[in-house]
């Protein structure tokens, strides 16, 4: 079992899941859970579909209903409860290059050559903000 998981969130649109997703298929890294609102038979078949198609582990949890912060309370708590030592979130609009894993771990050693105690770090960049 991985130490690192990340959560992929999505409410149908199968056509951008099929995008955002292929990016975090890194069982080598991580383990992926994909917490899906669908409501839409597609949208609830698409997680299963891709999880066979790539031939990944994925945990699957369907029927996620409440909206994006329902979502995001779901996704954490779930992944709080195994032996992770981070974790991670990205919504189904969010593409991350191939390398974004490996580029967003190397933040955390960064800061802290620099003497910082890095709690979290993010795969966007925000040009007109500072976030602590």
């Not at 299963?48 to 945990?59: G, P, T």
């Not at 909206?67 to 779930?78: K, P, S």
């Not at 981070?86 to 800061?111: M, N, P, T, Y």
């Amino acid at each position: 079992m991985n130490k690192v998981a990340m959560a992929l969130l999505t409410k149908d649109k199968t056509e951008l899941s099929a995008q955002t997703c292929k990016p975090l298929l890194q069982p080598n890294k991580f383990d992926l859970f994909w917490i899906d609102g669908s409501s839409t038979a597609a949208g609830e078949r698409f997680p299963y579909d891709m999880s066979e198609k790539e031939q990944v582990s994925i945990h699957v949890c369907s029927n996620v209903r409440g909206g994006a912060g329902a979502g995001l309370v779901f996704a954490l708590t779930e992944m709080l409860k195994g032996p992770y030592t981070h974790v991670g979130l990205c919504e189904q609009d969010v593409l991350c290059s191939g390398d974004w894993f490996d580029r967003s771990f190397a933040l955390f050693d960064i800061g802290l050559r620099d003497g910082f105690s890095v709690g979290a770090v993010s795969a966007r960049c925000y040009a007109d903000r500072v976030l602590f």
